[in-house]
C-alpha cells in the first residue's frame, strides 16, 4: 500500500509542477500583454503631449507685405509669445541676425497682437538670392519651447539651445 501512495505523491508533484509552469507561461503572456498595452499608452501621452505644445505654435502667423514693405508676425494664439526676431537661415545650420536698424527683438506679444518690422530692402534678402538666406522667425511659446517658422509657412521646433536665456548658441552675429 506504500508504493500506493508514492505513486499518488508523485503523480501530484507533477500535476503541480505542470500548473506551475502553465502559470508561469500565463503570468509571461500576460505581461507581454500589459506592456504594450503601456507603450501604446505611452506613445499617445508623448503625442498628445507634442500636439498641446505645437497648438500654441501653429497659431503664430508670418508673412511679408509687399504693399507695406514690412514683415508681419501676427499672435493668433490664446497665450503670449516671447523673445520673438527675424533671423537670416545662411544653412541648415547657422543663423545669422539682421543688420540694424532690423534687427528688433520683442520681448514679449500678447494674444490678437500683429508687429511689423519694416524692411525697406526686402527684395534683396529674398531667399533664392545667394548669399543672404532665408527670412526666419524665432520665438519661444509659453511652455518655453523655441519655435522656428519660415515666410513659406512651415513650422518645427527649433534644435538649437539657451531658451530662457533668449541667446540662442546657433545664432552668429553678422552685420
Not at 506592456?35 to 499608452?41: H, K
Amino acid at each position: 500500500m506504500a508504493d500506493f501512495w508514492s505513486v499518488v505523491d508523485a503523480i501530484g508533484s507533477f500535476g503541480g509542477m505542470v500548473l506551475g509552469g502553465v502559470a508561469g507561461i500565463v503570468a509571461y503572456r500576460l505581461y507581454k500583454v500589459e506592456s504594450e498595452r503601456d507603450r501604446q499608452a505611452e506613445l499617445l501621452r508623448l503625442e498628445q503631449a507634442h500636439e498641446r505644445a505645437r497648438h500654441q505654435a501653429s497659431r503664430i502667423g508670418y508673412w511679408y507685405d509687399t504693399d507695406e514693405r514690412c514683415l508681419n508676425v501676427f499672435n493668433a494664439s490664446s497665450l503670449p509669445i516671447y523673445g520673438i526676431r527675424v533671423v537670416l537661415r545662411q544653412d541648415s545650420t547657422r543663423l545669422a541676425e539682421l543688420a540694424p536698424p532690423f534687427n528688433q527683438r520683442v520681448v514679449a506679444m500678447p494674444p490678437g497682437k500683429l508687429v511689423e518690422w519694416p524692411v525697406p530692402h526686402f527684395d534683396d534678402m529674398q531667399p533664392q538670392r545667394e548669399p543672404m538666406g532665408e527670412c526666419v522667425l524665432l520665438f519661444t511659446d509659453s511652455g518655453n519651447s523655441v519655435w522656428e517658422r519660415t515666410l513659406d509657412g512651415s513650422l518645427k521646433a527649433f534644435a538649437g539651445t539657451g531658451r530662457t536665456s533668449g541667446e540662442l548658441t546657433t545664432l552668429d552675429r553678422t552685420y
